[in-house]
T-cell receptor, first 128, second 107 residues
């Protein structure tokens, strides 16, 4: 049974950078069957996909966040990470990491799909 | 980007009722759609993928249907444990989007 756990600072100042880490247990992050993703949920609101990463480094990002987002993987620690720059109050949310199934698109290769296992989420606030 | 619109935003029904949640895509997504249930303070839980494929351990009273641009999630014989917010998510392209959610309450 895979388990995912998010970790990172609970509070960051506006204009600064957020770094979050997801630690995976019960599965290897180099398992070629899966992508690994980040999703966020502002308080009382809906879900927003942030981005998805394959262990090889192949990644996809939400176009609305692409200029501020990067993701990386640390196979030695079985972790993957999210970096979000130029923070504003609108980035305040619960951040979830999750495992994703992939599918093949002809001419594109493997792409992320739905999320089959989620971390519990971590609340992150942007405030001065 | 493909937009996903859910309706209603909230519904209240009695135990034992059959409830239906609709999710509409702004363009055809074939059957590349998933449904999740989220209970307060918890992470979402995957119920259905590929529009109608039920995840193991999900009760059979949950049923997904649809293709193209219109999809439904039906809960037959609503139970108190079904209270929560339900989200659809498309994966037709590699830019993923969720619906706005439908909150299900018990009368």
């Amino acid at each position: 049974q895979v388990q995912l756990r998010e970790s990172g600072p609970g509070l960051v100042k506006p204009s600064e950078t957020l770094s979050l880490t997801c630690t995976v247990s019960g599965d290897s992050i180099t398992n070629y069957d899966y992508y690994w993703g980040w999703i966020r949920q502002p308080p009382g609101k809906g879900l927003e996909w942030i981005g998805s990463l394959f262990y090889t480094g192949s990644s996809y990002y939400n176009p609305s966040l692409r200029s501020r987002v990067s993701m990386s993987v640390d196979t030695s620690k079985n972790q993957f990470s999210l970096t979000l720059t130029s923070l504003t109050a609108a980035d305040t949310a619960v951040y979830f990491c999750a495992r994703q199934i992939f599918r093949m698109i002809p001419g594109r290769g493997v792409v992320p799909t739905y999320f089959d296992s989620w971390g519990q989420g971590t609340l992150f606030s942007v405030s001065s | 980007d493909i937009q996903m619109t859910q309706s209603p935003s909230t519904l209240s029904a009695s135990v034992g009722d059959r409830v239906t949640i609709t999710c509409r895509a702004s363009q055809s997504i074939s059957t590349w759609l998933a449904w999740y249930q989220q209970k307060p303070g918890k992470a979402p839980n995957l119920l259905i993928h590929k529009a109608s494929s039920l995840e193991s351990a999900v009760p059979s009273r949950f049923r997904g249907s649809g293709s193209g641009t219109e999809f439904t999630l039906t809960i037959s014989n609503l139970q108190p444990d079904d209270v929560g917010t339900y989200f659809c998510q498309h994966y037709n392209t590699y830019s993923l989007t969720f619906g706005g959610g439908t909150k299900v309450e018990i009368k």
